[in-house]
């Protein structure tokens, strides 16, 4: 395994993480095991967990990683970070009355995360979401809305800053966020003396490079590491969803959210990736989190880990695209390649 020092930081990560937003679904401590043992070291949930999100499961992700964390006593191996809930909005997700991402509603936040985890401290605090409307989670059409955010983005760094001053946060980061929004966050943290960002987590992947449009210019040149989310873009890049499959006990079977990737240009994109792969030996699974189209190559924090598959678990260097297929890849340009796109 390879590790990486976050810039800003003090933080040595695995450059392949662990993301948590199905346990308590599908997962179990046997992932979890299966990770430590390919040295990864960072692992990533979040207030909201497991996903789909219900009331009567909000937070046992946690909860089942800090008491695993407990049992064994992995604590003082583990880079642990977690993420605090924007506004609900109707997407399932409410978990506080009137939830924002104000001070109160950021101090209890925490304060529950850290009991579910067992834990005095984070190593990174997230905000999953942001408080404003925005073009997240695949929106692909910016609805501009004239509305009066009830939080600022300021308030919501004070707020963080009070948690980070209380040692109970080592660092911040983002998630789901959009350049203006990086750059705002990143302004108002040296213009008022907080603590900067030192992580954005979205999704990357041979199928969403979003990212590389505005995002990697402000990680190469600002210092953010990108935590990159949704590396198989919900498992698709694998190659087991083609020609209509769906295999019992899998994401895209048991949730009809996670068919975003389903539309027939997508399909044909994932073919050829796929027979890429094969034609250098490698697993899908493993070419596709590895394949490095800018600098400085993502941290990978996939969202499952099948604890029978040890050798795509291995994931390597970064490969270069361009080394692959001279550079011509299925998908040139950047997309989401949603099923109603």
């Known amino acids: 395994m390879l590790y990486h020092r976050i810039p800003h930081s003090s933080l040595e990560v695995s450059v392949l993480g662990l993301g948590t937003m199905t346990f308590g679904e599908q997962n179990s401590e046997a992932h979890a095991q299966l990770a430590l043992a390919n040295g990864v ?7 909201m967990y497991p996903v789909p999100p219900r009331p009567e499961t909000q937070g046992l992700t946690e909860l089942y990683i800090g008491s695993w964390l407990k049992r064994h006593g992995q604590s003082e191996k583990i880079i642990l970070a977690s993420k605090v809930a924007g506004p609900a909005r109707g997407n399932d997700a409410e978990i ?3 939830q924002m991402l104000d001070r109160k509603n950021i101090r209890q936040a925490l304060e529950d995360s850290l009991r579910r985890l067992n834990t005095d401290y984070l190593d990174l605090y ?5 408080q404003r409307s925005t073009n997240c989670f695949g929106k692909l059409s910016y609805g501009y809305t004239d509305e009066k955010l009830p939080v600022t983005l300021l308030e919501t760094l004070d707020a963080l800053n009070e948690q980070v001053r209380a040692g109970k946060i080592r660092y911040i980061g983002i998630s789901n966020e959009t350049p203006w929004g990086a750059m705002r966050y990143l302004q108002l943290a040296e213009k008022h003396g907080l603590p900067r960002i030192v992580t954005v987590q979205n999704p990357y992947s041979l199928l969403n490079c979003s990212f590389e ?3 990697a210019e402000i990680s190469q040149f600002e210092g953010l590491e990108l935590l990159a989310y949704s590396n198989l873009a919900f498992g698709t890049l ?9 295999p019992a006990g899998v ?4 949730f009809s959210r996670f068919t975003h990737y389903s539309a027939p240009h997508t399909q044909e994109a994932i073919t050829e990736y796929v027979a890429l792969a094969q034609r250098h030996g490698l697993d899908p699974a493993q070419m596709a989190p590895g394949v490095a189209g800018r600098a400085p190559p993502p941290l990978h924090v996939p ?6 598959r040890k050798r795509e678990a291995q994931v390597a260097s970064p490969i270069n695209a361009r080394k692959l297929n001279s550079g011509n890849t299925p998908t040139p340009a950047p997309t989401h390649a949603r099923a109603d796109s």
Do not use: F
């Not at 070291?41 to 207030?47: F, R, S």
């Not at 997230?126 to 942001?130: A, D, G, L, R, T």
């Not at 694998?238 to 769906?246: D, F, Q, V, W």
């Open 41 to 47: 070291n960072l692992i990533d949930t979040a207030e």
């Open 96 to 98: 506080r009355p009137q």
């Open 126 to 130: 997230q905000v999953h979401w942001p």
């Open 213 to 215: 449009v505005g995002m």
């Open 238 to 246: 694998t190659g087991k969803y083609l020609h209509g499959a769906r």
């Open 251 to 254: 994401r895209n079977t048991l």
């Open 303 to 308: 969202r499952t880990l099948r604890p029978t």
